[in-house]
């Protein structure tokens, strides 16, 4: 029979098209792959986050300065116990419990807070003695894709199939070494505390991971340094000359050091631009900072970065 209505067809199939493409821009996957034997006490969680399917196959994750989040639920209530900026990490010696990973936002190059437009968040079992691997997956189609769509049912149908197919998306860059077997053990006291701080706690607060990453061409003029701790610690301690940053051309840099309690984060400002085409090494002193009990990390953490010319 023929179509009665042949002037509809391609309209039809506009639209479809444009709703494949907007639902696939929406797609954050977000998955348990496997539960094994873990040592020590308690349970952990081993996370990776990967741009798109490509990323995921490869085991190159991605992108750097993705600002993540473990919370484990105590009653009504959701408390942090984790905190990183890397795409890959993993927790050790966590009590059995519901938790919940989020990633809600990440660094521009310059260091500022950037939302995600599709948060991700999601709810895991830790179970006694089990490490739990888990898997996220961003979108990759950018809002380009979608007005291509609408403008003409070929082209969009194209992208679609080349974006299945995983064909001509860009590789993220390898991980940098640090992030490869990096454990981070958790307290079980720590844990399951519903304030942190006090004399019950001897862990000293340590570096999770930091932005820029180590060794990262950075583009920005004036770039920030976060350094991201494993705890919350004293605003009122954290010292304003506990991270230096030093140029291999242009010497010492000034710069503001402040504290982002809802982050944990150390962060250091630069006062000026910074040099372009120079090699800048960063450190965080040993006593720059002191949580709630009196513990400092006790060592310095470093690493350098280059900006562009």
Known sequence: MADAFPARRPLA?????AQVVLALGGCVSVKTTATRPSEGPGGG???????????????QVGPMGIVGELERQDGKAWRPVFRSL??????VGLPPGSYRVSFRARLTDAG????LEKPVQETFKVKQGKMTDVQVTLSHISPALVVIAVVTVVVAAVLIADYLSDHDLPEPPLPPPELVDVVFHISLDLATAAAWGGVWDRSAPTVTSHFPAAGALVAARRPKVIYCLSKPVQPSEVEAQGVSVLGESSGLIEGVVSYDTTNWWVVWTPSQDLPPGDTYHVTMAGDAVEDQAGNEPGRAFSFSFKTAR
């Open 13 to 17: 199939v506009l639209l479809a098209v």
């Open 45 to 59: 969680l081993a996370v990776k986050v990967f741009s798109d399917d490509s990323a995921r196959r490869g085991n």
């Open 86 to 91: 890397n795409p890959s990490w993993v927790v």
């Open 112 to 115: 500022d807070v950037e939302r």
